[in-house]
Structure formats: C-alpha cells, structure tokens
C-alpha cells in the first residue's frame, strides 16, 4: 500500500508541475496587452508569481499538497482561467 501512496504521490506532483511550467511558459510567449486585456494582474506580476511556484514546486517535490505547493497550483490554476479562458470566450 505504501508504494502506491509513493507512485501516485508522484505522480500528482509531475501532473501539478506540468501544469505550473505550462502556465509560467504561456505566461512568458503573451503580449503584455494580451494579459492587459484578461486580468488586472500585469504581465511581470505573473512572471514573479508563475516564477516562484515552479521553484517552489521544484524545491518541495516530494509533497506536492504542501501549503506552498497547493497556493502555487491556485495561482497557476487561476492564471489560466483567467487568460486562457478569457481567449476562447471571444
């Protein structure tokens, strides 16, 4: 039983990294009026939030529901509400 706690514990921690560098390497190839026009947050205030969750996540890999990982996949989550989805509702 413990083994299949350890895969899957890794394995959501690959997932929730994926989805971290995904939104920190969307947020990177936008325009700053593109994120202008999505979100009040400015496009280097994404930079340095997106930046430091995927350190964050790198840094505490084994436990991906540490406090600081589940705020960094919030953050990561809500970016891509907001951006991604703001996109295809036009």
């Known amino acids: 039983m413990g083994e299949l706690q350890a895969y899957l514990g890794l ?22 009026q593109t994120l202008q026009a999505a979100t009040p947050v400015a496009k280097n205030g994404w930079l340095v939030i997106l930046g430091l969750t995927v350190v964050a996540h790198i840094v505490t890999f084994d436990n991906p529901l540490r406090l600081l990982n589940l705020a960094g996949t919030l953050a990561a989550f809500v970016y891509l509400a907001q951006v991604r989805g703001s996109q295809h509702s036009h």
Do not use: E, G, N
């Open 11 to 32: 394995a959501l921690s690959l997932i929730l990294f994926c989805v971290k560098v995904f939104a920190f390497v969307d947020c990177v190839a936008r325009t700053p």
